[in-house]
């Protein structure tokens, strides 16, 4: 499995950092929605699942986390723990992210609105997904 972790370039300078993100430039789709997730309790696990179609980039923008991805045959853990760090996150791919700091915030970058008919929420399921959408 291929991760693609983007290094975004801080405009740095004595008063400190500043990431900007711009669609088609340093994110790979238009960026249709953007959401992020704070104050997660000790030891909680998000995610598990994966999505039909849509495209995200995540980023730990304070704190720290760690991202499991899982497409079906193969899985990797990713932390994330630079708020200059993005990981792109495909479809058809199972996440996870867990180990998150008290401080951690996690943003992330989505190229399409909320959609719940696009979430894959059953391990089985996405396997069957997978499987019924070989090649595409
Ligand atoms: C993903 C991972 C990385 C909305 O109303 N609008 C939104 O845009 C989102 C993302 C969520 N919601 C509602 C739906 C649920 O009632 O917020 C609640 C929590 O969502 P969920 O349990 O899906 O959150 P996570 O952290 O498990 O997963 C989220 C994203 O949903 C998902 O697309 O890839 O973060």
């Known amino acids: 499995m291929q991760v693609i972790?983007?290094?975004?370039?801080?405009?740095?300078?004595?008063?400190?950092q500043l990431v900007a993100l711009e669609e088609f430039k340093d994110i790979p789709f238009k960026i249709k929605r953007v959401y992020y997730m704070y104050d997660t309790a000790k030891g909680v696990v998000r995610g598990h699942h994966a999505h039909k179609s849509l495209e995200q980039i995540l980023v730990c923008i304070h704190g720290s986390c760690k991202i499991l991805l899982d497409?079906?045959?193969?899985?990797?853990?990713?932390?994330?723990?630079?708020?200059?760090?993005?990981l792109y996150v495909a479809n058809n791919m199972w996440r996870e992210m867990y180990d998150f700091s008290?401080?951690?915030?996690?943003?992330?970058?989505?190229?399409?609105?909320?959609?719940?008919?696009?979430?894959?929420?059953?391990?089985?399921?996405?396997?069957?997904?997978?499987?019924?959408?070989?090649?595409?």
């Open 71 to 86: 497409n079906g045959q193969e899985k990797k853990i990713i932390p994330l723990e630079k708020p200059y760090e993005g």
């Open 5 to 16: 972790k983007y290094v975004f370039q801080p405009h740095g300078d004595e008063r400190g």
């Open 102 to 136: 008290t401080d951690a915030v996690l943003m992330v970058l989505a190229s399409e609105l909320y959609d719940e008919n696009d979430y894959i929420r059953n391990y089985d399921d996405f396997l069957n997904f997978l499987k019924v959408n070989k090649g595409e």
